[in-house]
């Protein structure tokens, strides 16, 4: 029993505050019945991800988290309710692209996947970005502006284009059954 409470002192607030911020961004506002002497117990309720933390931690990460500004706490006909500022969502982003991978399947589909981006000179910041969050998500550069995976990344490049505020005219994405050079993309990738 002690080993578990060593457990939950040890755990990093900032991973409650990760999990508050993302049950927020997913979920968007969370009400709590204002009235109700057990606010704590209801605010953990309403996050079931927070139940593995001590009372008095979530407690102090909410106050922080309302402190730096990033959620904001309002009450309304005896509900409280608990959303994420611009500050916060801004956050919250970022913690969910960190967050982000692209899943690698036991078997290849046979398919290669090539991204091709034009993102303009004035918004270098972004296209670093973009282009470091590619190589941390396994992409391989193809040619100047054209990376490539073999795995299915739709949803994590959609996540991408929105975060970096991308539009369909900066990324496209292919999906090509043949490569030129593909012995090699499959040494590069290691697949079989």
């Not at 959620?71 to 500022?85: A, G, M, P, R, V």
């Not at 046979?110 to 993102?119: E, K, Q, S």
């Amino acid at each position: 029993m002690m080993s578990k409470y060593k457990y939950y002192f040890r755990q990093p607030k900032s991973e409650i505050a990760k999990d508050v911020l993302g049950v927020l961004i997913i979920g968007g506002i969370l009400t709590i019945v204002a009235t109700s002497p057990f606010f704590i117990q209801n605010l953990i309720k309403g996050f079931k991800k927070l139940k593995k933390y001590p009372n008095k931690n979530v407690y102090d990460t909410f106050y922080k988290l309302k402190h730096q500004g990033l959620i904001d706490f309002y009450k309304e006909n005896n509900q409280i309710y608990i959303s994420l500022t611009e500050k916060g969502k801004k956050k919250a982003g970022w913690m969910q692209i960190n967050d982000l991978k692209v899943k690698k399947p036991k078997k290849w589909d046979g398919l290669w996947r090539v991204l091709l981006f034009d993102i303009a000179e004035k918004r270098k910041i972004h296209r670093e970005a973009f282009r470091g969050k590619l190589i941390v998500l396994g992409f391989k550069l193809f040619q100047k502006s054209a990376w490539i995976i073999p795995y299915e990344c739709a949803d994590e490049i959609k996540l991408l284009k929105s975060f970096f505020g991308l539009s369909d005219k900066n990324i496209k994405l292919l999906v090509v059954k043949n490569i030129e050079g593909e012995k090699e993309l499959k040494e590069r990738f290691e697949l079989t």
